[in-house]
């Protein structure tokens, strides 16, 4: 039986939207990339009136739309939280229910006001939150059955949820609930450390290589209770998120030596070793959780979703201890993903469909790219419009050629090539890309191209066929969602002993060359690897061949197409955008090429720092 599911996440952060025919993946988007404003939470009309038109759809012949959490149970929380903290918490109360009443409980209204229909079903479907996470991390994967393991901030009530799936059917039979949450503590952390929650986790786990984990037991002894099998509990007396606006509060300050660091001010050692003690933390409970998992399943795969499972160091962690046989994370983890797991769940539970797996152990997300494409003919026209100087090269091997040549000319190129990808990484369609062999590729691309924190890592995207011969990593990889370290025999020594835990230590220890590719390895020796196969993206797979006939290097340097701030780029207007307003050198349109040097002054006005809520 045929059905046509489409699947909304909305109104907390990361809005998006999917669309799923016989249970196949057609079509999936984040609204921040058509609105241009980073984790846009607002309802997605944009993003859903993409799905539509990539499936050649029309909204009449939707079988069902479903919502991926359920809002009457969340503001169930909600209201017995303000019952909990009282008066403390009345202003966060007003807060969160006039959010709840002016928006969260009239998901119906807005799907018809957008589309002008509920679907053949008459009305919006509700999924539970984390079994629309547990629905994207199974139904995608190459497993006929698997554990699943879904952590995030919180749901509904649910933080942290264990259960598996078989064949069609997932199930969830253990959680954690709200207030105790290992999200929330990351986030609480990420706060503290003068990062935006929901935006800048990743840059508390990128920070905790630079640290010492000499909080780890105060931690312990006074925030969390983790018990062996990796559930615990928290001291809520010490966070805000409960009673206030902010996510820690004074006794939080005294117990770590003082207020929180400002945002953009100086990072110090506290800052490292804050960051280096909860990723210690978070790495023991997933790797404690996993092997309860293991244990009362018996299942040899897992798989993943949620915000935290978009900690790849952990991710990794899990790998190299071979709690399972397999591992597999849904790229699109966090709420974004949700809307993906609705319209799935929707198709295998609610219409009792059956579920298919893919020949030769491959998963059904397709690389994650699920987002709009643009023909050739496309970008020339918005080229041809605004007269920017510009050449197609229409024969791909000549093309590749001249931006591997570029590339290993020490040129920064912005790559835009195919469907943009679904979820927070770019994985070579929407792509800046540099050469890994350069001692001055991480400190340019920071600061003149990113404008971003200098001790920011950047992964590597390397050719499948050749990264045992890099990483000690013996699985594919394809999603950028695993760490492993860079093999021994490549590293080169650091010179630790000026490193005191300022910025400016930081900064000469980052300049230190690491290893033989060093713009990609950590000052830990480790990568974020993505593994690239000539099956899922041929092209972006045939321009890092190309680079190795010239260089050897079977790699590049890989960072999402955007400036600090601004959501990865969607348009060949957004990528033109971007380029000019970055000192990247050559820009590749599909098959056209722009170099910059040949390009007009810019007429964008705008400065991007006011532009772009810092992230």
């Known amino acids: 039986m045929s059905k046509l599911i489409l699947g909304i996440s909305a109104f907390y952060h ?42 050649f759809v029309d909204a009449s012949e939707l079988d069902a739309v479903i919502f ?21 918490g009345r202003a966060q109360f007003i807060k969160a229910a006039g959010q709840m009443l002016g928006d969260k409980v009239w998901v119906a209204e807005h799907v018809k006001r957008t589309i002008g229909t509920l679907g053949r079903e008459g009305r919006v479907l509700f999924s539970e939150h984390h079994m629309a996470h547990a629905a994207s991390a199974f139904y995608p994967s190459p497993f006929e059955r698997a554990a699943i393991l879904t ?6 009530w649910a933080t942290t949820s264990l259960g598996s799936g078989d064949g069609k059917t997932v199930r969830l039979f ?63 007396g010490f966070f805000g998120y409960l009673d206030s606006m902010v996510m820690t509060n004074e006794r939080f300050s005294a117990l770590f030596g003082g207020p929180p660091r400002q945002p953009e001010s100086p990072i110090t050692r506290r800052e490292m070793d804050l960051a280096a003690s ?30 935290v499972a978009l900690n790849c160091v952990a991710n990794g962690k899990i790998v190299e201890e071979k709690i399972f046989d397999q591992v597999w994370i849904q790229p699109a983890a966090g709420d974004a993903g949700g809307a993906l797991g609705a319209a799935l769940l929707a198709h295998h539970m609610y219409f009792d469909l059956a ?41 791909q091997a000549e093309r590749l050629q001249l931006v591997a040549r570029a590339l290993a000319d ?19 369609a929407r792509s800046i890309l540099g050469d890994p062999r350069s001692t001055t590729t991480q400190a340019t691309m920071n600061l003149k191209i990113k404008y971003r924190e200098s001790f920011r890592p950047f992964a590597p995207s390397i050719l499948r066929e050749r990264m ?92 999402s197409f955007n400036v600090r701030g601004e959501p990865i780029v969607c348009t060949p207007q957004d990528a033109y955008r971007c380029f000019m307003r970055t000192e990247m050198d050559l820009l590749v349109l599909e098959d056209v090429i722009l170099w910059r040097h040949e390009q007009p002054p810019t007429e964008d006005k705008e400065d991007w720092k006011t532009t772009y809520e810092l992230d």
């Open 410 to 428: 020490g040129k920064i190129v912005g790559w835009f090539c195919g469907r943009m990808e679904f979820g927070p990484r770019s994985l070579g």
């Open 68 to 88: 991926y959490d359920n809002p009457l149970a969340t503001f169930d929380r909600i209201v017995e939280n303000a019952l909990a903290t009282g008066a403390h």
């Open 355 to 395: 579920r298919s797996t893919a020949a030769g152990g491959r998963d059904l997300q397709q690389g994650s790219y699920l987002g709009p494409r643009y023909s050739s003919a496309e970008v020339r026209a918005f080229l041809d419009r605004h007269s920017y100087p510009h050449q197609r090269i229409a024969d």
């Open 151 to 156: 952590i995030d901030g919180v749901g509904e």
């Open 468 to 559: 045992s011969d890099y990483f000690e990593l013996d699985c594919d990889s394809p999603y950028m969602l695993l760490v492993a370290p860079v093999r021994k025999e490549r590293r080169l020594p650091m010179d630790l002993s000026r490193f005191n835990g300022g910025d400016d230590d930081m900064r000469g220890l980052i300049n230190q060359p690491r290893s033989d590719v060093p713009a990609i390895t950590h000052v830990d020796y480790s990568a974020r690897i993505q593994s690239v196969d000539p099956g899922t993206h041929p092209e972006y797979h045939a321009l890092i061949t190309a680079f190795e006939a010239l260089t050897g290097c079977p790699m590049l340097v890989n960072t």
């Open 174 to 236: 253990s959680e954690i609930n709200y207030p105790h949450s290992l999200g929330l503590l990351y986030s609480a952390m990420t706060y503290f450390c003068g990062f935006k929650v929901n935006s800048g986790e990743y840059k508390l786990m990128g920070l905790a290589p630079y640290g010492e984990a000499r909080y780890y037991d105060i931690m312990q002894r006074e925030l969390i209770d983790v018990r062996s099998d990796g559930s615990y509990r928290l001291d809520t």
């Open 14 to 55: 990361d809005a998006a939207a999917a669309l799923v025919r016989d249970g196949a993946i057609v079509a999936a988007a984040q609204e921040e990339r058509f609105t241009r404003k980073k984790h846009d939470p607002r309802f997605p009309a944009n993003a859903i009136n993409y799905c539509l038109e990539e499936g």
């Open 278 to 307: 909860v990723q210690k933390l978070t790495e023991e409970i997933v790797l404690r959780t996993a092997r309860h998992l293991r244990s009362i399943t018996g299942e040899r795969n897992l798989v993943m979703a949620g915000g």
